[in-house]
Every structure is written in structure tokens, then in C-alpha cells.
């Protein structure tokens, strides 16, 4: 087992993030979760590779980033918290399920800590955003980073609002190629296949920091 370098910066690189699943890349992983192998990836930091079998697996807990383009796999490590979210934590997670009025979201970071585990969240539309919004699949879609607050934890179901600029989708793929999308002009648009796509987006979308 040859350990590669654990620790490295690479800020300003979500941009050129894609994903090999929906599943996998920005999603939170454990040591010892496999994340691909040497012939589709390079090793990048906070990953380890099996020699025997050629199997790249996370050295850390963190975010596993897939980078397509360079061809490369990393894990961006978090703190290894037991943290659990709390009404007027700032939360982050993947889309998950979308329906026309909710949407289910799993919850994997609260407060710039990346938990161990998932909580379970739920955005309805009426907390999406001031202005009226006539159907879920405007606001976010699966596979989608998403920024909220969370806003009521009754019954330990995680209620979240998007409803302020700094919160939303933070980075989208586009539904017809995978490709990430940019945002132009309020829209959401792929410049692989020029797909264009609506999101309630956060102000910062697609650039945020791993
Ligand atoms: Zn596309």
C-alpha cells in the first residue's frame, strides 16, 4: 500500500468538477471508501492506492472530488465531528429526491463541518424564496450541492429554508450530459451540449471553496 501526499490546496478547481455518479463527487467519504481506480484516475490528495489491485481508496473524511478533466480524484478532509444540526445552522448537502412541492436533501456538512454521518432534510417550496415559485424543479434537481438554514427540527426532521441570497444550489450538473453547469445572466447554462436549466442559486455558485 503506498500512501500519496495527504495534504494539498486546490482551491479555485470546482469549476472544472464533474462527476462520475451522481453519488460520488462533493459527496462526504470515510477511510478506506473506495473511490476508483488508477486506470480512469490519478491519486490526488487524501487518497491512497492498493498496489495489488490498483484500487484508489479515501485516506481521510472529507468530500471526495471527482476531476474528469485532469482526470484526478482527491478528498478534501473535514473534521471528524459527531455535530448535529440545530435550528439556525447553515447546512449543506445533496439533492437527493426532488417532487413538484419538496425536496429531500442529505445532509452532510453543518457549519463548514463535515459530519460523519447524513441527516435527513427537507426544503418545501414555500421556503425557497420571497418571490413565488411555482414548481420544486425550478429550485434544485438530484445531484445538486445545496446551501440552506435549517429552520424548524421538529419530530428530528431537518426543515431548511434557501430563502436568502448566500443560500441555494452551489454547484448543478446539467439533467441531458453531467457536465457542471455555469451561471450566465441568472441561467444556468452547459457549455458542453448549451443546455440551459433554472436553479435557485446561491450568490456564490461555483465558487466555493472545498
Ligand atoms: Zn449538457
Known sequence: MTFTESLGSEKGRMSSVKRV???KSGQMVVPGD?????????PGPGTYVEESTGAIYSLTTGRALMD??????????????LGVPKVGSIVEGLVMEVQNKQAN???FQVNDRVLNGFFSGLLHISDVSQRYVESMYD??????IIRAKVISDKNRVFHLSTNERDLGVLQ???SRC????????????????DNTERRKTAQDYGKEEA
Open 21 to 23: 455518479s451522481k453519488q
Open 34 to 42: 473506495k473511490l476508483g481506480v488508477i486506470e480512469e484516475y490519478e
Open 68 to 81: 474528469l478533466l485532469n482526470k484526478r480524484v482527491s478528498v478534501f478532509p473535514g473534521v471528524k465531528t
Open 105 to 107: 436533501i442529505r445532509i
Open 139 to 144: 429550485v434544485c434537481k438530484p445531484g445538486d
Open 172 to 174: 448543478a450538473y446539467c
Open 178 to 193: 453531467g457536465h457542471v453547469l455555469s451561471l450566465r445572466k441568472f441561467r444556468l447554462n452547459c457549455e458542453q451540449c
